[in-house]
């Protein structure tokens, strides 16, 4: 499959990990909109939550637990952070891998753009 995070979770394409498990992957966007800007993306492919199903719920519930982790890790969780999911055209998805945007580290705005 042509999917770029398949790739970096396969470590065809690099990238700046920061959490590991056997569920999920972190790793620093390659275009960050904030001083922190880390994707935290399941390592099963899904091209978006649309194609999560109810039994596959826990693994949503594990990303939040592992994006608080990380918060508390770099030091935002005090100051505060904003976890994004863009879903399709509208919701502004550019890549088809199920992924969380955790963005910290500057005053965030809404309505978001
Ligand atoms: P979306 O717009 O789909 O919600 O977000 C996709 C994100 O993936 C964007 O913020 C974009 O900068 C990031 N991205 C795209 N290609 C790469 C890549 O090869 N490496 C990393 N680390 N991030 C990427
Ligand atoms: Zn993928």
């Known amino acids: 499959m042509n999917c770029i995070f398949c790739k970096i979770i396969q470590g065809d394409i690099p990238s700046q990990k920061v959490y590991e498990d056997d569920l999920v992957m972190a790793f620093h966007d390659i275009s ?5 800007h880390i994707l935290i993306i399941p ?3 899904y091209s978006n939550i649309l194609e999560v199903e109810e039994s ?6 594990h990303i939040f637990m592992i994006a608080k982790k990380i918060a508390r890790e770099m030091g935002i969780h005090e100051k505060g952070f904003r976890i994004v999911m863009n879903c399709n055209r509208d919701g502004g998805q550019t890549v088809f891998h199920l992924h969380f945007h955790l963005l910290a580290g500057r005053q965030m705005h ?3 753009g």
């Open 110 to 112: 809404w309505p978001p």
């Open 56 to 61: 596959q719920k826990e693994l949503i519930g």
């Open 32 to 36: 960050p909109q904030a001083p922190v």
């Open 43 to 45: 390592k099963e492919h």
